[in-house]
């Protein structure tokens, strides 16, 4: 499958999480794909190809540190942010060698993923053509 040039993917069991992170990510003019499960991750993962994948660590099926891991090997080349609630799975992330762009605390302030968004420049912002 061909990269999609606007698609981040959002992995995250907690819907609400989810759908805020795809607001913010729309509200920049990208497109986003959800998953809940890491199964589902890696699914959509391979039907989209992203650009930027958001993981959350602790999630049903695969969890997000075998999802990154898999992703990873396929295409090394992607980012791939960590989130996770659970601070012991943060600090096991940080020490993991999955290529990982960041690990993040859940939930990521929308200021600090629009920063790591714009540091992995992952997209480009829209001109101000004011006239």
Same mark, same amino acid.
């Given at each position: ?60 099926? $695969? ?5 990154? @891991?898999? %992703?990873? &090997?396929?295409?090394?080349?992607? *980012?791939?942010?960590?989130?996770? #609630? ?21 939930? $990521? ?5 629009? @920063?790591? %968004?714009? &540091?992995?420049?992952?997209?480009? *912002?829209?001109?101000?053509?004011? #006239?």
């Amino acid at each position: 499958m061909q990269k999609d040039t606007s698609n981040i993917l959002i992995a995250d069991d907690n819907a609400t999480l989810a759908a805020t992170l795809a607001d913010f990510i729309r509200s920049k003019g990208m497109g986003c794909v959800c998953a809940r499960t890491g199964k589902q991750a890696l699914a959509q993962f391979r039907l989209h190809r992203p650009i930027l994948v958001l993981l959350d660590i602790k999630m049903p099926c $695969i969890d997000g540190v075998e999802v990154a @891991r898999q %992703i990873h &090997e396929e295409a090394p080349e992607i *980012p791939i942010v960590l989130m996770s #609630g659970f601070p012991i799975a943060v600090e096991e992330a940080n020490h993991a060698d999955l290529g990982i762009a960041a690990v993040v605390d859940k939930p $990521i302030p929308l200021k600090a993923l629009g @920063r790591i %968004i714009d &540091e992995l420049r992952v997209y480009d *912002p829209p001109s101000n053509e004011n #006239g």
